[in-house]
């Protein structure tokens, strides 16, 4: 029950310390580990945001699959450095709602201003093919 506990703890203090890290260096940190969805919304009650949170809630055994680490950017609660990152790496319009695919190499791989249907992003990623040796490796 301790080693749980220790864990989640644990866990937890990653997450916030992640939580205070500037995106740039987040993107970084995950650059060659994972495929990155940021999703950027002027506001939290948008409802591009509510709904591309939950079309990719709906799948989150293909999220972890794909190794998908997904970075919601609510404007209103984003520092200046952070926003002009955004801005500047994704050439973006801070007023509009954004969702950006990042390949484990750290370049953009899909930029829209809609939400994105996981068949969209899965269907994009599984031709990748650093995403196509993976499911070889992994008999899939």
């Known amino acids: 029950m301790n080693s749980i506990l220790a864990s989640f703890l644990l866990s937890s203090l990653f997450l916030s310390s992640l939580n205070?890290?500037?995106?740039?260096?987040?993107?970084?940190?995950?650059?060659?580990?994972?495929?990155?969805?940021?999703?950027?919304?002027?506001?939290?009650?948008?409802k591009d945001f509510q709904k591309q949170k939950q079309i990719l809630a709906e799948k989150t055994k293909g999220v972890k699959e794909r190794d998908l680490v997904i970075i919601e950017c609510v404007g209103k609660t984003l520092s200046s450095e952070d926003k002009n990152?955004?801005?500047?790496?994704?050439n973006h319009d801070l007023t509009q709602f954004g969702v950006w695919l990042v390949g484990k190499d750290g370049g953009t791989k899909l930029s829209e201003t809609?939400?994105?249907?996981?068949?969209?992003?899965?269907s994009l990623i599984d031709s990748m093919p650093m995403r196509q040796s993976e499911m070889k490796r992994d008999g899939k």
């Not at 990152?85 to 994704?90: C, D, K, L, T």
């Not at 809609?114 to 899965?122: A, D, G, R, S, Y």
């Open 20 to 46: 205070q890290t500037p995106l740039w260096e987040k993107m970084e940190r995950l650059t060659w580990k994972n495929r990155v969805i940021v999703v950027y919304t002027p506001e939290a009650g948008s």
């Open 85 to 90: 990152y955004v801005s500047r790496h994704f």
């Open 114 to 122: 809609k939400p994105v249907t996981t068949e969209k992003l899965f």
